[in-house]
T-cell receptor, first 111, second 114 residues
């Protein structure tokens, strides 16, 4: 089956620092890749996605590039804000509508 | 739009008690899902329903049953709760479109079994 591995957190950064959260996947074929974000007390919501190799997903200053050669989909942001504090989940899907999630990475941004 | 609505938001059960978690979506989605979220393990799929009238097991179905009551509603039942089922439960739905489509999540139910 599919699997997704993320860097363990928590990741603690100061405001305006550069963010990278690593994500690698194992899946057959050509999965679609997603980043979801979970703010405190809420459900998950889609942050960005990429559906084929070399695609770049972007939203709210976050970016991730689908790298098939390294089976990776690392999340980056050039300048984080306190409001970005949340848990971030990487996920893949190559079996119809079933998502496989990584373990989640908690980001804490300090003023 | 309400999106995906789950009830209750919090619940404490004693070992051996039963309960049903309710989920409804108003987006006319065909597919619905139940996940559990445990620290460091991400979300794991319990059951899913690709369409009204069908249900299938996910990664961790033991100890749970589901019912797809109609297109809107998908319930999760614990017949005899165990402490290992202490978790946060999320319901989700998605439109047709295969692997490229996003899932929409409810706000979760925090369940504690003592």
């Amino acid at each position: 089956g599919n699997s997704v591995t993320q860097m363990e957190g928590p990741v603690t950064l100061s405001e305006e620092a550069f963010l990278t959260i690593n994500c690698t996947y194992t899946a057959t074929g050509y999965p679609s890749l997603f980043w979801y974000v979970q703010y405190p007390g809420e459900g998950l919501q889609l942050l960005l996605k990429a559906t084929k190799a070399d695609d770049k997903g972007s939203n709210k200053g976050f970016e991730a590039t689908y790298r098939k050669e390294t089976t990776s989909f690392h999340l980056e942001k050039g300048s984080v804000q306190v409001s970005d504090s949340a848990v971030y989940f990487c996920a893949c899907n190559n079996a119809g509508n079933m998502l496989t999630f990584g373990g989640g990475t908690r980001l804490m941004v300090k003023p | 739009n309400a999106g995906v609505t789950q009830t209750p938001k919090f619940q404490v059960l004693k070992t051996g008690q039963s309960m049903t978690l309710q989920c409804a979506q108003d987006m006319n989605h065909n597919s619905m899902y139940w996940y559990r979220q445990d620290p460091g393990m991400g979300l794991r799929l319990i059951y899913y329903s690709a369409s009204e009238g069908t249900t299938d097991k996910g990664e961790v179905p033991n100890g749970y049953n589901v019912s797809r009551l109609n297109k809107r509603e998908f319930s999760l039942r614990l017949e005899s709760a165990a402490p290992s089922q202490t978790s946060v439960y999320f319901c989700a739905s998605s439109p047709p479109g295969g692997q490229n489509t996003e899932a929409f999540f409810g706000q979760g139910t925090r369940l504690t079994v003592v």
